[in-house]
């Protein structure tokens, strides 16, 4: 496609489930980050994924978080156990490389909701 | 650690009027980089610009112009005659240049702009 593509873009769950939140970056890119956006706040880096090097995964907030990223393809993020202070908007970027900052390309986002 | 501030959480605007959204930052290293987002309703991210910590040199883009001032901290952006279309919430980051790829952003500007 010709923009980031995330999946779903509103998800609605139930406390203690876990979720998978899905990033289809830009073809080409192999830079892939993911942030948080909680109401009312910036937003929080995550994770970082550059080609086959080992992700930065600094950002993550718990245990209860992980991501996984094949090659320079798709990317997903998994939250085990929800809270409901994990309920944000989840952004997923991507960029050529990890020079290229500049052109980090912004998904829409996932909604996520934990009632 | 670094830190980005935008204390206007919210503007509103009466269209063509001129608005300043300010955005004050914090860090140690003397290199980095600057950067304006633009969150529409819709929810992407849109990239605005980039600025280097060496580039001081204000600029402008059609209605949009960056005031950049080292001796302040601050890199701050001016849109003239505002529009509807520039209701949004834009976003002020930074990141270092050998610290990874974390951006680190503000809280947000909401900009609403009426006729």
């Known amino acids: 496609g010709a923009g980031v593509s995330q999946s779903p873009s509103n998800k609605v769950t139930e406390k203690g489930k876990d979720v998978e939140l899905r990033c289809d970056p830009i073809s080409g890119h192999t830079a892939l980050y993911w942030y948080r956006q909680r109401l009312g706040q910036g937003l929080e880096f995550l994770i970082y994924?550059?080609?086959?090097?080992?992700?930065?995964k600094s950002g993550l907030p718990s245990d209860r978080f992980s991501a996984e990223r094949t090659g320079e393809s798709v990317s997903t993020l998994t939250i085990q156990r929800t809270q409901q202070e994990d309920s944000a908007v989840y952004l997923c970027?991507?960029?050529?490389?990890?020079?290229?900052?500049?052109?980090?390309?912004f998904g829409q986002g996932t909604r996520l909701t934990v009632v | 650690a670094q830190k980005v501030t935008q204390a206007q959480t919210e503007i509103s605007v009466v269209e063509k009027e001129d608005v300043t959204l300010d955005c004050v930052y914090e860090?140690?290293?003397?290199?980095?980089?600057l950067f304006w987002y633009k969150q529409p309703p819709s929810g992407e991210l849109v990239f605005l610009i980039r600025r280097n910590s060496f580039d001081e040199q204000n600029e402008i883009s059609g209605r949009y112009s960056w005031n950049f001032q080292k001796s302040t901290s601050s890199f701050n952006f001016t849109i003239t005659a505002s529009q509807v279309v520039d209701s949004a919430v834009y976003f002020c980051a930074l990141i270092l240049t050998g610290g990874g790829n974390k951006l680190t952003f503000g809280t947000g500007t909401q900009l609403k702009v009426e006729l």
């Open positions: 970027a991507s960029s050529l490389d990890w020079l290229e900052v500049d052109e980090a390309f």
């Open positions: 860090t140690r290293d003397t290199t980095y980089y």
């Open positions: 994924f550059q080609g086959n090097s080992a992700p930065d």
